[in-house]
């Protein structure tokens, strides 16, 4: 489940200068974290629970919130009327 950062990632990093993204079950340090995070694109959510990494599903608009915002548009109307 867990991935682990072992020391040939940190050797490709410090060779290439890019830091790994942050995934989803990765176990790292706090500092690790915050560093990776800190490079991570604006908007990216992260949260590092007893040093495993936890990350939301990404929640878009044309996937999540237009499907629901019709019928809470007739509910709205249903109820006004």
């Given at each position: 489940?867990?991935?682990?950062?072992?020391?040939?990632?940190?050797?490709?990093?410090?060779a290439h200068g890019q830091l790994p993204p942050l995934e989803?079950?990765?176990?790292?340090?706090?500092?690790?974290?915050?560093?990776?995070?800190?490079?991570?694109?604006?908007?990216?959510?992260?949260?590092?629970?007893?040093?495993?990494?936890?990350?939301?599903?990404?929640?878009?608009?044309?996937?999540?919130?237009?499907?629901?915002?019709?019928?809470?548009?007739?509910?709205?109307?249903?109820?006004?009327?």
């Amino acid at each position: 489940m867990g991935r682990y950062t072992t020391q040939a990632v940190v050797d490709d990093v410090q060779a290439h200068g890019q830091l790994p993204p942050l995934e989803p079950g990765d176990r790292l340090t706090r500092a690790e974290f915050e560093r990776r995070y800190e490079a991570m694109p604006q908007g990216t959510k992260a949260e590092l629970i007893e040093g495993a990494v936890h990350m939301p599903s990404p929640a878009r608009f044309h996937r999540h919130g237009r499907p629901q915002a019709q019928p809470v548009g007739w509910l709205i109307y249903y109820v006004d009327i």
